[in-house]
């Protein structure tokens, strides 16, 4: 469902779009649905969500930069229900530390996919400025 709203930003880095109510309920997904956002040709998965009596859509400053677009445009926006798994692809060595730590593992899979996914990308950022792999420590032990 195509709309255009203005990028705005809220607080220091947070930027969002308004959807309009007509858009929440053409999705058929409620107020918190999983969606595809599509902007400037850049597609990405998010969820839409309710804040302060209005329904909005984020835009990460990664999404921001590959859209090239900024806080204060004005964006033809295309938004369409995400129905497909929401699945973290968890790397070999994370899975298999997580498979020796019972506990570690039970935390993990009861964390939403967002938070999932924040868990992967932090192993993934202390490998590349450290270069140690943090599965290797006792850190799930």
Do not use: W
Not at 19 to 48: F, K
Not at 73 to 100: F, G, I, M, Q, W
Not at 122 to 138: A, H, L, M, P
Request: aromatic share 2%.
């Amino acid at each position: 469902m195509k709309f255009r709203a203005l990028l705005e930003q809220n607080g220091k880095t947070a930027t969002g779009l308004e959807v309009p109510e007509a858009i929440v309920e053409g999705l058929g997904g409620g107020r918190r649905a999983a969606v595809v956002v599509r902007i400037n040709g850049h597609s990405y998965r998010s969820s839409i969500a309710v804040m302060g009596g209005r329904v909005l859509v984020g835009v990460s400053a990664e999404n921001r930069a590959v859209a090239d677009v900024s806080a204060g445009d004005l964006l033809d926006v295309d938004l369409t229900l995400d129905t497909a798994p929401r699945e973290v692809a968890v790397p070999d060595d994370l899975a298999k530390a997580l498979s020796k730590a019972a506990p570690a593992k039970k935390a993990f899979d009861a964390l939403t996919y967002s938070n999932k996914r924040r868990c992967v990308q932090r192993q993934v950022d202390v490998e590349q400025v450290t270069g140690r792999n943090i599965c290797d420590s006792s850190v799930l032990s």
